[in-house]
């Protein structure tokens, strides 16, 4: 009993300090970038030295860094968007069914440019809607415009959000690798599976 | 201990109370405006809200106090997705700004550094409209942009030559609003440089082609007499938000209820 108490003081520890690590502070909501001392142990050029504090359709919050550790198909979408976004979406799981992965070993995390509209709520109907495989694809939200802002300039996708409330962007998904560097990229929109970034898929999990 | 140790230190006990002296905001109206980027991707006027615009860009002297405080984003500490390797790269030394003058604006900062620093002032960059809105004044009218004289006089700066690091800040008469040095010092970062770019649905192919060719050059452009300004959007939509530049600086912007603190 005493050991199972102290077992679990220092994993309540671990929780704590790592929680630390990935959320610096409760301004990680509300705070711009901040370098952390979890980007110590990441390649210079990792993605991942930008913190991103989202929401899932779960309604579970976490940082995109915790994706680290196997390969990521990242890209950012607007939700209300009938035209172009349902194609990246068809296009995406059309790749993901034609490579086949292991469960587990790959995940693809759509993040919204909206975050004045998407909920956990919305995403959950979009995940509904499009039929999309909740174990592979996650969709999320950031929670204001800055951090939106500075993920998408960290995988280089440009938005703009029209008077009428539309958004137009550039669709570009990136490959990044367990550390969180970029290893590829397309910005192909087709509702067919993506050859070259499947290409490049199959190598990333070999 | 040295004189630069000793400034070192004042900066720092400074930083800790507050800056020393803080910014100054003043409140700029907004409103109805007509930008070189139509709202509607066409032909319609921005509507900007009322915000609070900091009257002079960010010197290298509050930028070392901002150091002082946050030490992961003095130079060497951002990793390379927040700022490159040109991050500071004028600086003597991480905490030493010389050969820069103090009252000079600061320069080669990263879009997430010039974000995290007016973050510490509780202020965020300003977007494309509200800096276009606050630069289309001259020192008497809200609005100078259809007197030729002033558009020649502003796209002056730009054919001097760029060989020496840019000047004391506050050196020219403020403008109509009581803001200074927006035209004829630096570039300026602004929040949505990444969303500066012609308004095309992404599912046109040949469009977005031009997009991912040459980073939004491609532009629907409401006003193209006003040069000095269509030379800043290009610039700015071909950024990186980790990169910075010798001539580019910034300043920021409170939203009314941020701006409890300021001075109208």
Redesign the interface.
Not at chain 1, 44 to 50: E, F, K, P, Q
Not at chain 2, 199 to 203: A, E, G, K, P, T
């Given at each position: 009993m005493k050991g199972f108490k102290r077992c679990s003081l220092a994993l309540r520890q671990v929780l704590l300090s790592s929680a630390l690590l990935l959320v610096p502070g409760v301004a990680a909501w509300a705070?711009?970038?901040?370098?952390?001392t979890a980007?110590a142990s990441?390649p210079?050029?990792?993605?991942?030295?930008?913190p991103v504090a989202l929401v899932d359709a779960q309604g579970v919050k976490f940082d995109w860094r915790e994706m680290a550790g196997k390969p990521l198909l990242v890209t950012m979408f607007y939700g209300d968007c009938a035209?172009?976004c349902p194609?990246l979406i068809e296009s995406l799981k059309r790749t993901i069914a034609e490579l086949q992965p292991v469960p587990g070993s790959i995940r693809v995390l759509m993040v919204s440019l909206n975050p004045q509209h998407d909920t956990p709520a919305s995403l959950g109907h979009l995940l509904h809607m499009h039929k999309i495989d909740g174990d592979i694809f996650r969709l999320a939200v950031a929670a204001d415009e800055?951090q939106t802002?500075?993920m998408?300039?960290?995988l280089?996708?440009?938005?703009?959000?029209?008077?009428?409330g539309e958004i137009?962007?550039?669709?570009?998904v990136s490959l990044l690798n367990a550390d969180g560097q970029e290893i590829a990229s397309s910005?192909l929109?087709k509702s067919t599976a993506d050859q070259a970034l499947l290409a490049e898929l199959r190598k990333a999990l070999q | 201990m040295t004189w630069r140790q000793a400034v070192a230190a004042l900066c720092c006990c400074a930083g800790l109370v507050g800056n020393g002296q803080a910014a100054e905001y003043k409140l700029l109206p907004g409103g109805e405006f007509r930008s070189v980027l139509p709202?509607?991707?066409e032909s319609?006027a921005?509507?900007i809200r009322p915000f609070w615009l900091r009257t002079q860009p960010v010197s290298n002297a509050e930028y070392l106090a901002f150091v002082l405080a946050?030490r992961?984003?003095q130079r060497g500490?951002?990793?390379?997705?927040?700022a490159g390797a040109d991050y500071l790269a004028l600086w003597a030394g991480p905490l030493a700004f010389a050969p820069l003058q103090a009252n000079a604006p600061v320069t080669q900062i990263s879009?997430?550094a010039a974000?995290?620093y007016?973050?510490s002032e509780q202020a965020?960059l300003p977007r494309w409209y509200e800096w276009e809105f606050a630069a289309a004044a001259d020192e008497q009218r809200a609005d100078a942009r259809q007197d030729p004289l002033w558009l020649a006089r502003i796209l002056g700066w730009y054919s001097r030559p760029a060989n020496q690091p840019p000047q004391a800040i506050g050196l020219e008469p403020a403008n109509y609003y009581g803001i200074q040095d927006l035209h004829g010092l630096t570039w300026e970062w602004v929040?949505?440089?990444?969303?500066?770019?012609v308004?095309?649905?992404?599912?046109t192919?040949d469009e977005?082609k031009q997009?991912?060719f040459c980073?939004?050059a491609a532009l629907s452009l409401g006003d193209k007499s006003n040069y000095a300004v269509l030379i800043r959007l290009a610039l700015l939509a071909a950024m990186?938000?980790?990169q910075g530049g010798n001539y580019l600086g910034f300043r920021c912007v409170r939203e009314p209820e941020q701006a409890s603190g300021a001075t109208p």
């Open positions: 705070a711009p970038a901040a370098p952390s980007s990441i210079a050029d990792s993605l991942y030295g930008l035209s172009a194609v800055g802002r500075a998408a300039a960290a280089q996708i440009k938005y703009r959000q029209l008077d009428n137009t962007h550039n669709t570009r910005t929109l | 709202a509607d991707g319609a921005a509507r946050q992961q984003w500490g951002p990793p390379q997705v927040l879009w997430h974000q995290a007016c973050h965020r929040e949505d440089f990444n969303g500066l770019f308004s095309s649905d992404s599912r192919q977005q997009l991912e980073g939004g990186q938000a980790n």
